[in-house]
């Protein structure tokens, strides 16, 4: 009863935090100390460098973009141990000729014994080179 309770808080919360965390920071209260995350340009485990990504994320959102989104889709319980996000980015990058930048994705969320998240993987719909080649003057 416990941990499913916990898992409604963290779906609530993540449909809370992730459509503005280029804008503020997300409540880290769901995820374990531990916690492991990799998408397709990072890897790293511990929540000191969790929060660590989430301020970089907004950093550079504000110094690289006049525009930028993060449109969740969906969030729900995959299985027992799985909560899955789906989500896009879309921005307009602070460049003259205003290059776009849009691609999809999906977080894979993992719960521990106690419903709390101890990992959290990212995949994107293209590599990383591609998504970058968005910037540049056609």
Not at 4 to 15: E, G, P, S
Not at 17 to 25: A, G
Not at 78 to 84: F, G, N, P, R, W
Not at 88 to 103: C, I
């Amino acid at each position: 009863m416990e941990y499913q309770l916990q898992v409604k808080q963290n779906i609530a919360t993540l449909k809370h935090d992730l459509p503005t965390l280029f804008e503020r920071d997300i409540s880290y209260d769901i995820y374990t100390q531990n916690i492991y995350f990799q998408d397709p340009v990072n890897k790293f485990k511990y929540k000191f460098n969790y929060r660590i990504i989430f301020w970089t994320l907004r950093f550079h959102a504000k110094l690289f973009f006049t525009e930028i989104y993060f449109d969740v889709h969906d969030v729900h319980q995959k299985d027992e141990q799985t909560i899955l996000a789906t989500w896009t980015v879309r921005g307009v990058l602070r460049v003259p000729w205003k290059a776009k930048v849009f691609f999809n994705g999906y977080s894979n969320y993992k719960l521990n014994d106690n419903g709390l998240i101890y990992e959290h993987i990212d995949t994107w719909d293209r590599p990383p080179k591609e998504i970058l080649q968005q910037f540049l003057r056609r």
